[in-house]
């Protein structure tokens, strides 16, 4: 005579139910799509602040985590807290299941930011970039003019930069709405009628055929050091608006340390490459105590900036983004909100499940 199955209760069927959504949900995550919000101007107007996308991990190939110990659908906190939500008593090498692609020139690539030493790799914040230039590149910047190998980089359709825009009055928040530039996009720098204006080459055109507008004109930095660039900008007299010549440092390339590499790549070789011991000192490197005479790169590396070319820290800031570091390929969009709207007026409905390119 059979036994029938308990039934089991309601409570029980509950935590059934929310153990096997927090599974899917971390797996679909991990491997396949993972969503991201777009928190910062860096890469206006081609993404908005208050876009809502999803990252490809498959494009690019899903990252065996590094750091396994940690809550399930966290990043670095417990959601409310200040407890971090993982432990670095396990760190695994670095591996990456095979992609659809490698990362290409002009990708929009989401990706761990570098220099947040004090977090594991794969548990740094999430940042959003261009990949202007990839493995072996040479990456040069002449009056805010991008070029990568020797020829002008193509302009992303939405790329920004800012302007000094001069006006015979007064102008409000209204004025700039009707050219598609919100209030976080203009900042007044007199007291009267002067504007910082973050735009793209057509709209400041717009703003130049104003019948109130006097002025307009392009912020390039002239040629000069600037500090807080990559690699030393006032060493090397580089700004964000004449930048290098740079190469990126791909896997395999091997170079000799003269004083230029030094300068250029020991930040590289003693950060992201894996050595328990680097040292720079007297424009030399040393690993492990011994003087490194030529030095052969362990992994690719790329370099990232955003579109809105004057209101971005990217690569120009903190150098280049190692393989390791990238999350994944933005990828689509699937809802777009306007912190400046209300109601159904805060939804961008021209934006749902737009391609990103």
């Not at 590396?301 to 809105?308: E, Q, R, S």
């Not at 070319?309 to 390791?324: A, K």
Request: charged share 20%.
């Amino acid at each position: 005579m059979s036994k029938t199955k308990p039934k089991k209760s309601a409570a029980r069927e509950w935590v059934d139910a929310l153990v096997f959504a927090v599974v899917a949900a971390s797996l679909i995550r991990w491997l396949l799509l993972e969503p991201f919000t777009i928190p910062t101007a860096s890469m206006e107007k081609s993404l908005l602040v208050g876009d809502f996308l999803f990252v490809s991990k498959m494009h690019y190939g899903t990252r065996i985590p590094k750091t396994p110990l940690q809550v399930p659908l966290t990043h670095q906190k417990i959601w409310g807290t200040e407890i971090s939500s993982y432990s670095d008593a396990i760190q695994l090498p670095y591996y990456r299941l095979p992609g659809f692609s490698d990362v290409e020139r002009n990708d929009v690539v989401v990706f761990n930011y570098p220099v947040e030493f004090q977090y594991p790799p794969d548990l740094k914040t999430n940042y959003i970039k261009r990949a202007v230039g990839v493995p072996g590149d040479e990456i040069k910047i002449e009056a805010g003019v991008l070029s990568v190998n020797g020829e002008v980089a193509p302009l992303p359709e939405e790329m920004q930069f800012s302007y000094e825009v001069v006006s015979t009055r007064p102008l409000n928040a209204e004025f700039f709405n009707t050219y598609g530039i919100n209030p976080d996009s203009y900042y007044s720098f007199t007291s009267s009628s002067g504007y910082l204006v973050f735009a793209t080459d057509a709209v400041a055109k717009r703003l130049e055929a104003s019948p109130i507008v006097s002025s307009v004109k392009k912020r390039i930095q002239p040629p000069g050091g600037e500090s807080g660039i990559f690699p030393d900008g006032n060493l090397l007299g580089w700004n964000k608006d004449n930048y290098g010549p740079l190469k990126i440092p791909a896997k395999g390339w091997t170079i000799p340390m003269t004083t230029q590499n030094v300068i250029n790549y020991s930040f590289t070789i003693q950060h992201y490459e894996g050595h328990e011991n680097v040292d720079v000192r007297e424009g030399a490197v040393y690993i492990d105590g011994q003087k490194v005479e030529e030095y052969t790169f362990k992994q690719d590396y790329f370099f990232m900036m955003g579109d809105n070319r004057h209101d971005s820290l990217d690569s120009r800031y903190w150098g280049f983004v190692p393989e390791d570091h990238v999350v994944g390929k933005a990828w689509f969009l699937w809802l777009s909100l306007d912190k400046f709207e209300s109601l159904f007026g805060k939804i961008r409905w021209n934006r749902f499940f737009k391609g990103i390119e």
